[in-house]
């Protein structure tokens, strides 16, 4: 009679217990490159999400700057200086908005004496002209 880890039943333990081995390490392996595939997407992620963060604050500085741009614009369009008109005292006052809104005003002396004055806005569809 052969020893013990000679028989067929040790035999078939060691087979058993080296397919356990390769199964264990199989799933260790599927393991970890589940986890490396996790690890990459949500690095991926997160790099995709700074790009778009990047690309909104880009896009609102442009904004930004048009914005500015079109209020400097308009800011430049309204008349320096009040016209001196005898018998009237003539004060303006604007406030610009946040946003570009459209709104103007200005003076013109006509040649029989009258002073036109004219301005509009864009809230709305009013806009008025004054002759006085």
Not at 18 to 35: D, H
């Amino acid at each position: 009679m052969p020893p013990w880890w000679r028989t067929k039943w040790a035999y078939g333990s060691y087979a058993f217990l080296l397919l356990c081995s390769l199964y264990g390490i199989r799933k260790f392996e599927m393991n970890r490159q589940a986890q490396k595939t996790q690890v990459r997407e949500s690095d991926l992620r997160a790099r995709a999400a700074e790009a778009e963060k990047r690309a909104l604050q880009a896009e609102n500085e442009r904004q930004t700057k048009e914005l500015e741009d079109a209020r400097q614009l308009q800011l430049s369009m309204l008349p320096r200086d009040v016209p001196d008109f005898p018998g009237y005292d003539i004060a303006v006052y604007m406030k610009t908005a946040t946003e570009v809104g459209g709104d103007y005003y200005d003076f013109s002396g006509a040649p029989d004496g009258a002073l036109n004055i004219g301005f509009g806005t864009r809230r709305g569809t009013e806009c008025r002209q004054g002759r006085s």
